[in-house]
Each structure stands twice: as C-alpha cells, then as structure tokens.
C-alpha cells in the first residue's frame, strides 16, 4: 500500500471509495447501528472516510493503518471534510499500527469493530 499512496491512488480508484461505506452510512442514518458514545476501531482505515462517518454519529472513532502514510492523509483529510463540525473532528483519531498488535493508549476496549468487508 505505501508504493500505491506514494504514486497517487486518487480517490475513488482502486480500495478507495472516495466516501463512506454505502452500507455503514445506511446503518446510521436509519440508527440500525447506534454508534453515540462508542469507541469504534476501523482496521485499515485508508483515507478515513468511514471514520468520520462514526465521528460524525457521536462515536469516539479510531482508525487503523499499517501504512504511516496512510494516516498521515486521513488526518489530512479529517482536517477537511470535519472542518465545520470540530466535535466530531476531535472525536476521530487515526494511527498507524498492526491490527493484531494494536492497543489503544487509553488502555481501553472498543464496543464496535467496523471494516466494510463485516461488522464485529
């Protein structure tokens, strides 16, 4: 994934939806899933977009990637796309890490586990 960020994966191409999850926005908006007040892991975060969108429901979000890279244009683009909503802007953390490694700093566990492939 670094050489792919390196030469310019644009977004919308390849992984990279260019928004949030069709499906995760749909379980939100319709508070199938109730993310308010949930720490929420997203493994393999990319550019973030399924983090804001827990951000945005009131989830204290984090997103995971093994790529520096990665997270250095999800926190870009955090400072973006959450601009005119700083609540959720700083309720969305993006760090980079194994997945089967990581743990948070806050020592604490995450209620919901979300990668588009499935729910957990």
Same mark, same amino acid.
């Given at each position: 994934?670094?050489?792919?960020?390196?030469?310019?994966?644009?977004?919308?191409?390849?992984?990279?939806?260019?928004?949030?999850?069709?499906?995760?926005?749909?379980?939100?908006?319709?508070?199938?899933?109730? $993310?308010?007040?949930?720490?929420?892991?997203?493994?393999? #975060?990319?550019?973030?977009?399924?983090?804001? #969108?827990?951000?945005?429901?009131?989830?204290?979000?984090?997103?995971?990637?093994? #790529?520096?890279?990665?997270?250095?244009?999800?926190?870009?683009?955090?400072?973006?796309?959450? $601009?005119?909503?700083?609540?959720?802007?700083?309720?969305?953390?993006?760090? $980079?890490?194994?997945?089967?490694?990581?743990?948070?700093?806050?020592?604490?566990?995450?209620?919901?586990?979300?990668?588009?492939?499935?729910?957990?």
């Amino acid at each position: 994934m670094d050489q792919s960020l390196e030469e310019g994966v644009d977004p919308g191409t390849k992984w990279d939806a260019g928004k949030c999850s069709p499906m995760l926005a749909k379980l939100l908006a319709n508070k199938e899933l109730h $993310a308010t007040n949930k720490r929420v892991l997203v493994p393999g #975060c990319g550019r973030g977009y399924d983090v804001f #969108c827990f951000a945005r429901a009131g989830a204290q979000a984090v997103g995971l990637d093994l #790529c520096t890279e990665a997270v250095a244009v999800a926190a870009g683009e955090r400072d973006k796309e959450l $601009a005119q909503h700083p609540e959720a802007a700083a309720r969305a953390e993006f760090v $980079a890490g194994n997945f089967f490694e990581y743990q948070h700093t806050s020592g604490q566990q995450f209620d919901v586990g979300y990668d588009y492939t499935f729910l957990w």
